[in-house]
């Protein structure tokens, strides 16, 4: 059995926190009704909404943004049993209905909260909104370590619904990340659209950090990754060429290794006209052995 915290009406309420006191253990989904605090009880359904565990990420989208039909324009073609899902929202719904019609309707409720919050968010008052909890690092923080910990910002990677899940976006390194928590990272990034952090670094620009110079290098032994990998294949370059001079020597056939570039093939000219076989360039590994 459930109820749902959405009732006006003085008497209905006072019932059903009696019951929640009484039968809550059993009764009860816990996630559904209740804040990480475990006592809240609400009667907006919108206070409730934002109250629940895993609902962190969305901000209270005003009333009168509901309440203004223009701003719900398309919805209804793509929220099942629309008008009694805005009705919960607004927290007008007719209590008659039964229980199954109430869990079908409460979850249409949260899907059309969440296409409304996508549209709020990108207007002036929502993104006052989610500035507030980005200062806050409501989103959390940034894992790579050379971004020391900088607040991540909802993304979303499609804004068609039920294709893909809310990401994070740091724009310290540009990149983005899965959520922490598995709550979080079940939410349909359609709640938040693509466009929205960028909006929003457009309105506040004096929000992008500076550019970080910061990278990290990989070494073995002290030694960088990539300069022992160049010294490698400059090495094996030099030990091709001295070979097909030789066998070329031997067999007096021309040589193949000088059919590359023009300075490879000046090069060899060098080596063969000074007789060395040995590549002397500043800076070469004279190894050919
Ligand atoms: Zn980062």
Redesign the pocket.
């Known amino acids: 059995m459930t109820v749902r915290p959405h009732h006006t009406d003085g008497l209905t309420l006072i019932s059903l926190l009696k019951e929640y006191i009484s039968g809550y253990k059993l009764l009860f989904h816990m996630d559904d009704y209740t804040s990480g605090s475990d006592s809240d009880y609400t009667k907006y359904w919108i206070d409730w909404f934002l109250g629940t565990k895993g609902n962190e990420y969305f901000c209270e989208v005003d009333e009168e943004y509901i309440l203004d039909r223009f701003n719900l324009t398309g919805l209804n073609t793509e929220v099942q049993y629309y008008s009694q899902a805005l009705d919960l929202i607004t927290d007008n719904l007719d209590e008659n209905l039964d229980e199954e019609m109430r869990d079908i309707v409460e979850k249409s409720a949260r899907h059309l909260y969440g296409l409304i919050h996508a549209r709020f968010i990108i207007t002036t008052h929502g993104l006052t909104k989610m500035l507030e909890k980005f200062k806050k690092c409501d989103f959390g923080r ?1 894992p ?1 370590v050379l ?1 020391h910990n ?1 607040p991540l910002l909802p993304v979303a990677l499609s804004d068609v619904p039920y294709s893909k899940s809310v990401k994070l976006f ?1 724009c ?2 540009e ?1 983005i990340y899965n959520p922490k928590s598995s709550r979080h990272a079940s939410i349909d990034g359609a709640y938040f659209g693509c466009s929205f952090p960028h909006m929003l670094f457009q309105v506040y620009p004096q929000l992008v950090p500076p550019k970080s110079t910061d990278r990290y290098v990989p070494r073995i032994f002290g030694f960088k990754l990539h300069d022992v990998a160049k010294q490698h294949r400059y090495q094996d370059m030099i030990r091709e060429e001295s070979h097909a001079r030789i066998m070329a020597g031997i067999e007096g056939l021309p040589t193949t290794a000088a059919q590359g570039s023009s300075s490879g093939q000046q090069n060899h000219k060098n080596r063969a006209a000074d007789g060395t076989g040995v590549a002397t360039e500043s800076g070469a590994m004279a190894d050919v052995n």
């Open positions: 940034c790579r971004c900088h740091c310290r390194c990149d």
